[in-house]
């Protein structure tokens, strides 16, 4: 890496230029940051309008059986292929294409957004239009410390990847028990698992930048981090969404 990217360039011996180092870092940091909440953001808007538009158009009846309150054959394909796309992302990142990440991208956000068009059916719209609040400002919150705090959180990521796998499996388990009070705890470990990683995944991005500055691996990378910054957000709204929104029946 080219040593006007690394931030400890401050060994130079004239201030000048150690000076016009730093300034072009920070300002490569800025735009490389503002990048990836933009992604993120973008997909988060575009999940919310296809999830209401899927409602809205009556859309949604081809994705739910009515008759025994379960998905329709459509519901498991569209509820199902974002997971098949975010593995594909995941594991094939290095040998894709910028632009090919990118349609994955927007085609998982999509794609999710149809799938979350059932929150409506299950909630009022006050109080999933709350939930979405409360958890922008929450995300805004962690990301800003995570972004600013000079404290290591690798060991606290690690706890946190942990825990997230604990919850799968209590939530796994939980579709055969039907265990309200056990919901219930996935939920409150939930928030606060998805609260730690939402500062975690941005101390991890800005980190990032020092390796990727300036390489063909940046746009690459933007993505992959505006991706685990949506699902932060995503899951977080969705545990805060089952903690307080209020039921339509």
Do not use: C, H
């Amino acid at each position: 890496m080219a040593n006007w990217s690394d931030p400890r360039s401050g060994m130079a011996p004239f201030g000048a230029a150690v000076d016009t180092r730093g300034a072009a870092y920070d300002e490569g940091l800025r735009a490389y940051m503002l990048s990836v909440y933009n992604y993120m953001a973008s997909a988060v808007l575009l999940t919310g309008v296809v999830a209401l538009g899927v409602y809205a158009s009556g859309a949604i009846q081809a994705l739910v059986n009515f008759q025994t309150g379960g998905l329709s054959a459509l519901g498991w394909i569209v509820t199902l292929a974002p997971l098949g796309i975010v593995f594909a992302m995941s594991f094939g990142q290095q040998r894709m294409a910028t632009g090919t990440l990118q349609a994955l991208f927007w085609a998982y956000a999509g794609l999710l957004g149809a799938s979350l068009s059932t929150i409506f059916l299950a909630y009022t719209a006050s109080s999933i239009a709350g939930a979405f609040f409360a958890t922008a400002a929450g995300f805004a919150g962690l990301s800003l410390y995570g972004y600013t705090t000079k404290r290591d959180l690798s060991a606290f990521g690690t706890f946190l990847i942990i825990g997230l796998v604990g919850i799968i499996v209590a939530s796994l388990v939980n579709i055969f028990l039907q265990s309200g009070p056990l919901g219930l705890v996935i939920s409150v470990v939930g928030v606060l698992i998805f609260a730690g990683l939402t500062a975690w995944d941005t101390q991890r991005t800005k980190a990032m930048y020092s390796y990727v500055a300036g390489t063909p691996d940046e746009g690459r990378v933007k993505i992959m981090a505006a991706l685990n910054l949506y699902l932060d957000f995503i899951n977080m709204f969705l545990f805060i969404l089952r903690l307080f929104g209020s039921n339509r029946n």
